[in-house]
């Protein structure tokens, strides 16, 4: 069954379809800053498994409602630590119940593909991280492994676990290294500050700058049309293409998967023929559904 078929009845998060080709999720938890519990992580996950194999829906956004994107994950229903530390202040309660969870051998599961299916996703469709405001901690994890960054200039960055004890270990560092350079990401790990949207863009990990919080949504919107333009099968292989170098290091080695194992699937799809025929005829492509 298709994701736009099915009925979205979630507590803590919705799903809307801004375009025939697009799935959008809103994480919608704003009065504890769109954190996380294990429900609703599986819950997303999900759906980007379901948006993987539906043939119908090419491109994935994920943002937030209120002033945060995320926060990471909620530990046993509590506001997570992050967000007393984003707020600079110092949540009693909250660390008693930390440290009752330590005590008591709890800890929070960091395995693949992570916290609302992201921080160590490996699916074959681009998502866009529609970033609306505060981001730290896991939330920061699911942005890093996203395929493309469209964040407000109010957003904030950070990676403030140092702090307290504990190190950002579901898939962020070795990512945000590789995209950000190995000083840059050792300034946000082991000082634990805030960084502002607009040093993200001058690192390379925000790819586009929105002025207003609330106009975040459209301008992901308009960066998935753009991708949507183009051939479905292109954008799996693109991606794919991409990734390989980013996670192997080895260019070479890349290049030889891409052309060897991804290339020939590619040009055998309807959609190869489709493109060069409407450029010879001077027309608009017009693309069917990826079989990849």
Same mark, same amino acid.
């Given at each position: 069954?298709?994701?736009?078929?099915?009925?979205?009845?979630?507590?803590?998060?919705?799903?809307?379809f801004?375009?025939?080709?697009?799935?959008?999720?809103?994480?919608?938890?704003?009065?504890?800053?769109n954190?996380?519990?294990?429900?609703?992580?599986?819950?997303?996950?999900?759906?980007?498994?379901?948006? $993987?194999? $539906?043939?119908?829906?090419?491109?994935? +956004?994920?943002?937030?409602s209120?002033r945060?994107?995320?926060?990471?994950? $909620?530990l046993?229903?509590?506001?997570?630590?992050?967000?007393?530390?984003?707020?600079q202040?110092?949540?009693?309660q909250?660390?008693?119940?930390?440290?009752?969870?330590?005590?008591?051998?709890?800890?929070?599961d960091?395995?693949?593909?992570?916290?609302a299916?992201?921080?160590?996703?490996?699916g074959?469709?681009?998502? +866009?991280?529609?970033v609306n405001? +505060?981001?730290?901690? =896991?939330?920061?994890?699911?942005?890093?492994?996203?395929?493309?960054?469209?964040?407000?200039?109010?957003?904030?960055?950070?990676?403030?676990?140092?702090?307290?004890?504990?190190?950002?270990?579901a898939?962020?560092?070795?990512?945000?290294?590789?995209?950000?350079?190995?000083?840059?990401?050792?300034?946000?790990a082991?000082?634990?500050?805030?960084v502002?949207?607009?040093?993200?863009?001058?690192?390379?990990?925000?790819?586009?700058?929105?002025?207003?919080p609330?106009?975040?949504?459209?301008?992901?919107?308009?960066?998935?049309d753009?991708?949507?333009?183009n051939?479905?099968?292109?954008l +799996?292989?693109?991606?794919k293409?991409?990734?390989?170098?980013?996670?192997? =290091?080895?260019?070479?080695e890349?290049?030889?998967?891409?052309?060897?194992?991804?290339?020939?699937?590619?040009?055998?799809?309807?959609?190869f023929?489709?493109?060069?025929?409407?450029?010879?005829?001077?027309?608009?492509?017009?693309?069917?559904?990826?079989?990849?």
């Open positions: 069954m298709s994701l736009r078929a099915q009925e979205h009845n979630h507590q803590n998060f919705t799903v809307t801004p375009r025939d080709r697009v799935v959008l999720v809103t994480l919608n938890r704003p009065g504890k800053l954190c996380i519990d294990t429900t609703t992580s599986k819950e997303i996950a999900k759906i980007w498994e379901q948006f $993987d194999k $539906d043939e119908d829906l090419w491109v994935g +956004i994920i943002t937030g209120g945060a994107f995320c926060t990471g994950a $909620d046993a229903g509590t506001i997570p630590m992050l967000m007393s530390l984003c707020m202040t110092t949540n009693h909250f660390l008693t119940e930390w440290n009752e969870m330590n005590a008591n051998g709890v800890v929070n960091m395995s693949a593909p992570g916290l299916g992201l921080p160590r996703r490996d074959k469709k681009p998502i +866009i991280a529609a405001g +505060i981001t730290m901690g =896991g939330g920061f994890e699911m942005v890093a492994n996203c395929d493309m960054v469209v964040a407000s200039t109010s957003s904030m960055f950070a990676l403030p676990e140092a702090k307290r004890g504990i190190v950002p270990v898939g962020c560092l070795p990512r945000l290294t590789r995209t950000l350079g190995l000083q840059r990401c050792t300034d946000l082991l000082t634990g500050r805030s502002d949207a607009r040093t993200m863009y001058d690192w390379g990990l925000v790819t586009r700058l929105v002025e207003a609330a106009d975040v949504v459209d301008a992901a919107v308009k960066v998935a753009e991708m949507c333009s051939s479905p099968d292109s +799996i292989v693109g991606r293409g991409i990734r390989l170098s980013w996670k192997s =290091g080895n260019a070479e890349a290049v030889s998967t891409l052309a060897e194992q991804w290339y020939p699937r590619l040009v055998e799809g309807a959609n023929a489709e493109g060069i025929r409407a450029f010879a005829e001077k027309r608009s492509p017009k693309w069917v559904n990826s079989k990849l």
